[in-house]
C-alpha cells in the first residue's frame, strides 16, 4: 500500500511539476518574443540605416528619429545599394559580408564616384571575440578607410603611414585578416553589384 503513494510522490509528481514550470517559461518567453518583436525589428533596420549613413559620410543625429530623417532625406535606395550625394559627387554604398573568426562579418562600404576610394566604412553584425577581434566596430579602426583606395595591406597596430596602409588589431590577427579580405574585395563587389560587370 505504501508502494504506490511513493510511486507517484517520487515519479510522477516531478514529472508533473516539470511539465508545467517548462510549459509557464515557454509560454512567459514567446510573449515576450511576441511583444517585443516589432520594436527589435525598428531597432535592427535603425541600427542598418545608421551603418549606411555612416559609410556614406552623412552627418546624422544619432537617435532614432535623427537617424530615420538623414536616411530618408540623403539616401537612394537602389537595386542591392545605396547612393547619396556628397561634396565630391556620388558616393556608393554597397552591403559586404564575409566570414570572421567565429561568424559573419556583415559592414557598409561607403565608395566614391571611381567607386575605389572608400568614403566610408561601418559594422552592420559580427561575432568576434570581445575585446580583442570585436574591436573592428571602434571608430579609430573603421575611420582608418576613409580615403584610402584597396587593395590594403595591414601592418602593427599604430604602424600605418602609407595609404594603403590600415593598423591591425593587436591580438585580433585572424579577425584583421578576415577583414582585410572583405574589404579588399569591396571594388569588384561594387562593380559587380552597381554595373552588373
Request: aromatic share 10%; with cysteine; proline share 4%.
Amino acid at each position: 500500500m505504501n508502494a504506490q503513494p511513493t510511486f507517484y510522490r517520487e515519479r510522477i509528481y516531478p514529472l508533473l511539476f516539470m511539465f508545467i514550470v517548462t510549459f509557464l517559461c515557454i509560454l512567459l518567453t514567446a510573449g515576450i518574443y511576441l511583444l517585443t518583436q516589432d520594436r527589435a525589428s525598428a531597432n535592427e533596420l535603425s541600427f542598418t540605416r545608421r551603418a549606411i549613413l555612416q559609410a556614406g559620410g552623412v552627418s546624422f543625429e544619432n537617435t532614432t528619429a535623427g537617424i530615420e530623417l538623414a536616411f530618408n532625406e540623403k539616401i537612394v535606395v537602389e537595386d542591392g545599394y545605396y547612393t547619396t550625394q556628397g561634396p565630391e559627387g556620388t558616393r556608393y554604398i554597397i552591403p559586404l559580408q564575409g566570414p570572421g573568426l567565429w561568424g559573419t562579418i556583415a559592414i557598409m562600404v561607403g565608395l566614391g564616384e571611381d567607386m575605389k576610394t572608400f568614403s566610408g566604412l561601418a559594422i552592420v553584425s559580427q561575432n568576434e571575440t570581445p575585446g580583442l577581434g570585436a574591436r573592428i566596430e571602434e571608430s579609430w579602426f573603421t575611420g582608418q578607410f576613409q580615403g584610402k583606395t584597396a587593395p590594403f595591406v595591414m601592418v602593427e597596430e599604430g604602424t600605418a603611414s602609407a595609404q594603403n596602409e590600415v593598423d591591425a588589431i593587436t591580438g585580433a590577427t585572424r579577425t584583421s585578416e578576415y577583414f582585410l579580405n572583405l574589404t579588399n574585395r569591396a571594388a569588384d563587389d561594387a562593380q559587380s553589384i552597381i554595373r552588373g560587370e
